[in-house]
């Protein structure tokens, strides 16, 4: 008999720990859903569904009430009781604003609750677009200007501002360096595109959570999550792709890995691409063709006629991206990782140097080259989930980040081949603290970051390869910043939600001018600036019955100066040089916004939003003096002096529009439009347009999708940017631009047609296609050095197992 009822308990025991796994499934297709959200607000816990859709429930034993998300979903909300009764939950393909965020506060949330617009990029979007770089990937969205120097690069410009003023973060790791500077930037394409699971922009000032830079946006960015075993079976999962696309005659190849076990799970990722020089389009303006490009040969620089002046050239490169990740979870409170991210680009051309044409007509340059971009991070995180009296849910991230970039020039039959390295160590740690009581919820949590600069210039006799002096781009220098953060959230009601933040930062910067004493006639030989910077955030989300939103918003950001704004010495134009300044502060935006959300019938999402932001305090570049004088030998030239001050303002203002129409037989519309505009105060105390406010543009496009095929025809627009509502600084740069028919420079209009199509063979394995600018448009993009491409066919080959 004990032995009769030891089994019955054994197989009770069996068959509640089995139904403790459940799995998510398309309601139409039967597919198995990943990246399903589990929440449960009391108490605070939240699981992710694996790649098979599974999930295991038993963490949520305490809970009652349980809320399913997943965009592109209905959203659910069941009790605990019922939900473990089931071996599958379908999920009914719907329109809907309920999902589930991570970035606003790094921890996981109800989009309802968060008193911030927040745009998603998803891996359904990304396996269908199929973009070459995350730059790419960014610009696809017809939510973000993409600015290009080179084929080897992307600058995202948002809401009028972009490079340092922008936040980047992966997996809640700021990215910033500093040596982040004002000038385009190329670090977005480190990240590989095939290893992000997830990612989230918030528009405007989030500088409460992100700190210093944080002023247009904030671009979160989510890798691969190493996934267990709901089993005593090891879970084995990968993916694998191969593309090719004509234009610049790009191979990629990637493959990720994933075996989980119960406690442990291990994932890998490896990504290849090479890029041939980038092909133009053939209607469009001439100015932008390369009829000529530079060889040496016989000891002397020869300009060589370009067969085809449609081909950039040079503008090739290469790229390899490698991750290694090991999660440990020995229990449902306790969840730690470890991941090690490289990633590093070949040699590639600044292409928009290599146009720049003398007075002569002879080129500016033989040789302007960024050397390889390297980026390395490692990274702990530890999650602990249970409550306390201070915390309900803890996050711990300790992070050490090295970066290397280089610069490599030579002027046009000129001897000197001269190389600038930076190397950049960037060590982290930050703690997120989540605790509920009541209906109020404390975010709150502490920072460090620290950067250890070092820069080293050299050079070499190209006749003799004998040395030659010159002196670093940088000081030796260390950035530090501390902060201590708060955000509270109240629940006034199911439907409305306040809150407010306050953040505290001090930033300090010391720095060795000793190497470039030598060089120039500075009066000091080290500088320290020591200081602090307060900002805040106050919002209110309502939800009137199910399907609106309203969210209106203040906020505050500032960016600390950092070792570019305060330590670079560089020649930005012939004749012109910048110089350190010691004596900088931190520059403030103050933002006002409003966002309206309507959902029609989960078949028609409309949003509509506005904003402005004033930036008060601005770093910008002015007329300096060295010793009380203008000018200084820079480079064997006499250049006027120049240098990074506070000494300017500029305000940017505008609104979003976009709709997502779900049609019959599985077709479905979408439209999103931007625009932007904004001056700034220039030296003479007049303004000017201003930089980083990108031309309106839009996205708009039909698509049809059932469970084998997924196709989206689309256009991208841009206006056009006469020469008077062009930046002051951009007319100064008129190779980069077309000329109109009085000789004038300008930016045109553009619109390309592009098709991509997504083909399920079966489970396991898929092809896609693509033709980008169709109607082959030559175009480039505003303030940007190289063209884009023309009509590009792209093909890939993508299995999973």
């Known amino acids: ?147 290009k120097s080179q084929q080897g690069g992307g600058s995202p410009m948002i809401r009028g501002f972009a490079t340092n003023r922008l936040l980047y973060s992966v997996d809640g790791v700021r990215m910033n360096t500093a040596i982040f500077r004002a000038g385009n930037i190329q670090n977005v394409i480190s990240l590989d595109a095939f290893a992000i699971e997830n990612t989230e922009i918030l528009p405007g000032p989030g500088s409460v959570m992100y700190g210093s830079d944080a002023i247009g946006a904030v671009m979160s960015f989510h890798t691969l999550t190493p996934q267990l075993s709901l089993s005593k079976q090891v879970l084995t999962t990968g993916n694998a ?112 140097r290599m146009i720049e044409i003398q007075t002569s007509g002879l080129p500016v340059s033989a040789v302007w080259n960024y050397g390889p971009q390297k980026w390395s991070m490692h990274h702990l995180q530890v999650d602990y989930s249970k409550p306390t009296v201070f915390f309900d849910r803890a996050t711990l991230r300790m992070a050490l980040q090295n970066f290397e970039e280089s610069r490599i020039d030579r002027r046009f039959n000129h001897y000197r081949l001269r190389t600038q390295k930076e190397y950049v160590a960037a060590a982290s740690a930050q703690i997120d603290l989540e605790k509920k009581q009541g209906k109020s919820t404390f ?43 708060l955000n509270y959230e109240y629940k006034l009601s199911r439907i409305i939600f306040l809150n407010a933040g306050l953040r505290y930062n001090n930033f300090e910067i010391n720095s060795d001018f000793t190497r470039q004493l030598a060089f120039y006639p500075f009066d000091f030989s080290a500088s320290s600036i020591k200081n602090a910077a307060t900002t805040g955030c106050l919002g209110i989300n309502i939800n009137p019955g199910k399907n609106w939103r309203f969210i209106l918003k203040s906020s505050t950001g500032f960016r600390a100066p950092n070792v570019d704004d305060m330590g670079k010495i560089f020649d930005f134009a012939s004749g012109e040089v910048v110089v350190p300044n010691t004596n900088l502060n931190a520059e403030y935006a103050y933002n006002a916004e409003l966002n309206i959300v309507k959902n029609i019938d989960n078949k028609v999402i409309i949003e509509l939003g506005g904003f402005y932001t004033y930036l008060d305090n601005a770093m910008v570049r002015r007329k300096f003096q060295v010793e009380g004088k203008d000018s200084i030998l820079y480079d064997g030239e006499m250049s006027e002096v120049y240098a990074i001050q506070n000494a300017s303002f500029s305000e940017v203002r505008g609104f979003h529009a976009g709709a997502e129409i779900k049609l019959p037989e599985g077709f479905e519309a979408i439209i999103k439009y931007n625009y932007q505009s904004g001056m700034e105060e220039m030296d003479d105390g007049t303004v000017s347009p201003a930089r980083h406010a990108a031309p309106a543009f839009f996205k708009a496009g039909i698509g049809y999708k059932n469970n084998k095929l997924n196709l989206q025809l689309y256009l991208l627009h841009c206006d056009e940017v006469t020469y008077s509502e062009l930046n002051e600084e951009e007319r100064q740069k008129p190779v980069l631009y077309a000329r109109d028919n009085n000789g004038i420079p300008y930016s045109p209009a553009w619109t390309t047609i592009n098709l991509k199509i997504l083909f399920q063979i079966n489970y396991n394995i898929s092809v896609s296609a693509g033709i980008e600018n169709m109607a082959d448009i030559r175009y480039r993009p505003y303030s940007s050095g190289i063209a884009a491409s023309g009509r590009n066919f792209v093909f890939s080959i993508q299995g999973k197992f």
């Not at 949330?109 to 790419?136: G, V, Y």
């Not at 990637?254 to 994932?267: E, Q, R, S």
Request: with cysteine; net charge neutral; charged share 25%.
């Open 1 to 147: 008999m004990k032995h009769l009822i030891f089994m019955c308990l054994s197989m009770l025991f069996f068959i509640q720990t089995k139904a403790q796994v459940i799995t998510f499934r398309d309601a139409e297709s039967g597919q198995a859903l990943g990246m399903v959200y589990i929440i449960s607000n009391e108490p605070s816990l939240y699981t992710i569904s694996n790649s098979l859709g599974q999930s295991d429930l038993s963490q949520f034993k305490n809970s009652e009430l349980l809320e399913i998300r997943r965009l592109g979903y209905k959203a659910e909300e069941v009790t605990y009781t019922e939900l473990i009764k089931r071996t599958d939950f379908l999920l009914t393909p719907s329109l809907t604003i309920k999902t589930a965020v991570v970035s606003a506060t790094r921890q996981v949330q109800n989009e309802e609750e968060i008193p911030s617009r927040i745009i998603r990029i998803t891996p359904e979007f990304f396996r269908l677009i199929n973009p070459q770089t995350t730059a790419d990937l960014l610009g696809s969205s017809g939510e973000v200007f993409i600015q």
């Open 241 to 352: 792709a191969a593309r090719y696309s004509t234009a610049n005659s790009e191979n990629t190849f990637h493959f990720d890995v994933n075996n989980g076990f119960k406690k442990w799970a291990l994932l890998t990722s490896f990504t290849h691409s090479k890029f041939g020089d980038l092909k133009m389009g053939s209607y469009g303006p001439d100015d932008y063709l390369k009829p000529f490009y530079v060889e040496r040969a016989d000891s002397v620089d020869r300009v060589v006629t370009n067969k085809d002046p449609e081909v950039q050239n040079p503008s090739g490169y290469s790229q390899l991206n490698f991750m290694q990740k090991i999660r440990y979870k020995p229990n449902d409170r306790l969840d730690m990782s470890y991941a090690f991210h490289y990633s590093e680009t070949s040699n590639y051309s600044r292409y928009d």
């Open 443 to 485: 975010y709150y949590g502490f920072e460090f970051v620290q950067n250890k600069v070092k820069s080293r210039g050299s050079a070499v006799d190209i006749r003799d390869n004998s040395s030659i002096a010159v002196p670093d781009r940088y000081p030796q220098s260390d950035w530090v910043s501390m902060a201590a953060y």
